[in-house]
Antibody, heavy 117, light 111 residues
Framework: EVQLVQSRAEVKKSGESLKISCKASGYSFDTYWIGWVRQMPGKGLEWMGIIYPGDSDTKYSPSFQGLVTISADKSIFTAYMQWSSLKASDTATYYC??????????WGQGTLVTVSS | QSVLTQPPSVSGAPGQRVTISCTGSSSNIGAGYVVYWFQQLPGTAPKLLIYGNTNRPSGVPDRFSASKSGTSASLAITGLQADDEADYYCQSYDSSLNGDVFGSGTKVTVL
């Protein structure tokens, strides 16, 4: 069974760094794109970027380019999203998702990040 | 601001039919890119509802159907049920942004 298990909720202060994770199981991690999606409180879904763990090819949405870093460690089947300096406006739930022949069909449970100023 | 526009809300009584539109442009739906639909129940992750414009994954009831024409797509829910109350999002690829995009989202309320 394909599973994406995300790291626990985080509470941080403005200016701090953060790295959240998405651990995959049940399939060949190398060969499927992983995407990251932001959902701010009470708002819609926004694409942040995608990564191909096999060669770490990464594509960012223009709105998030330079603001976050997406990475993957295929030795431990895990994808990451990281910030070097959080802002209060980064408060949101972040989802990872896997793309297969049906599209973005598998989703993690989400990681809530709360940033206080 | 989303490049795929959806109505903020639609509502219907139990048993009725509701439709949700997703209006795009020549750089996404109109360019022939595939449309997907997701259902997000309160407090949960999105769930794939429709893929490849019109196909339902196994387990999705046939009360959900979708179509695509020109620069728009639509999702229909027939025989509306209380547990259909959720947010619904369309999704496609946009060549101007060189990436996937979501619609603005529609809240379905069962009266």
């Amino acid at each position: 069974e394909v599973q994406l298990v995300q790291s626990r909720a985080e509470v941080k202060k403005s200016g701090e760094s953060l790295k959240i994770s998405c651990k995959a199981s049940g399939y060949s991690f190398d060969t499927y794109w992983i995407g990251w999606v932001r959902q701010m409180p009470g708002k819609g879904l926004e694409w942040m970027g995608i990564i191909y763990p096999g060669d770490s090819d990464t594509k960012y949405s223009p709105s998030f380019q330079g603001l976050v870093t997406i990475s993957a460690d295929k030795s431990i089947f895990t994808a990451y999203m990281q910030w070097s300096s959080l802002k209060a406006s980064d408060t949101a739930t972040y989802y990872c998702t896997r793309q297969d022949t049906r599209g973005w069909s598998q989703w993690g449970q989400g990681t809530l990040v709360t940033v206080s100023s | 601001q989303s490049v795929l526009t959806q109505p903020p809300s639609v509502s219907g009584a139990p048993g009725q039919r509701v439709t949700i539109s997703c209006t795009g442009s020549s750089s996404n739906i109109g360019a022939g890119y595939v449309v997907y639909w997701f259902q997000q129940l309160p407090g949960t992750a999105p769930k794939l509802l429709i893929y490849g414009n019109t196909n339902r994954p196994s387990g999705v009831p046939d009360r959900f159907s979708a179509s695509k024409s020109g620069t728009s797509a639509s999702l229909a829910i027939t025989g509306l049920q209380a547990d259909d109350e959720a947010d619904y999002y369309c999704q496609s690829y946009d060549s101007s942004l060189n990436g996937d995009v979501f619609g603005s989202g529609t809240k379905v309320t069962v009266l």
